[in-house]
Nanobody, 116 residues
Framework: QVQLVESGGGMVQAGGSLRLSCVAS????????MGWYRRTPGKEREPVAL???????YYADSVKGRFTVSRDSAKNMLYLQMNSLEPADTAMYYC??????????WGQGTQVTVSS
C-alpha cells in the first residue's frame, strides 16, 4: 500500500519561503504523476503543482512563477519550493501520488499559514 508523508509546513510572513517535502513508500513501480494539492475550509481540494512521469509539470495559475515542484526518484521524494508566499496560499497542502490514471493516494497534509 502506498504511503505518503508530508513535512515542511509552518507559519511564514508574506514574501517568505517554505519547502515542502513528501516521502513515498510502498509504490508499485507505476508513476503516472505526483504532485501537490491544497485545501482551505469550504473549498474543494485543488491541484497546485503536478509533475508527470515524462517530466512535464503543471502549475495552478495562482502559483506560477512562485512555486516549483521537483522530484528525486532515487529517494522517493517529492518537493515543493514555495517562494514569495502570499496570505492566499494559506491552506493544508497534500502530497498526491497517482500511479495510474484515476488511482490516487494522499498524505495526511501539512499546514501552511502565511501572514500579512
Amino acid at each position: 500500500q502506498v504511503q505518503l508523508v508530508e513535512s515542511g509546513g509552518g507559519m511564514v510572513q508574506a514574501g517568505g519561503s517554505l519547502r515542502l517535502s513528501c516521502v513515498a513508500s510502498g509504490g508499485t513501480g507505476s508513476n503516472y504523476r505526483m504532485g501537490w494539492y491544497r485545501r482551505t475550509p469550504g473549498k474543494e481540494r485543488e491541484p497546485v503543482a503536478l509533475i508527470f512521469r515524462n517530466g512535464n509539470r503543471y502549475y495552478a495559475d495562482s502559483v506560477k512563477g512562485r512555486f516549483t515542484v521537483s522530484r528525486d526518484s532515487a529517494k522517493n521524494m517529492l518537493y515543493l519550493q514555495m517562494n514569495s508566499l502570499e496570505p492566499a496560499d494559506t491552506a493544508m497542502y497534500y502530497c498526491n501520488h497517482e500511479p495510474m490514471v484515476g488511482q490516487n493516494f494522499w498524505g495526511q497534509g501539512t499546514q501552511v499559514t502565511v501572514s500579512s
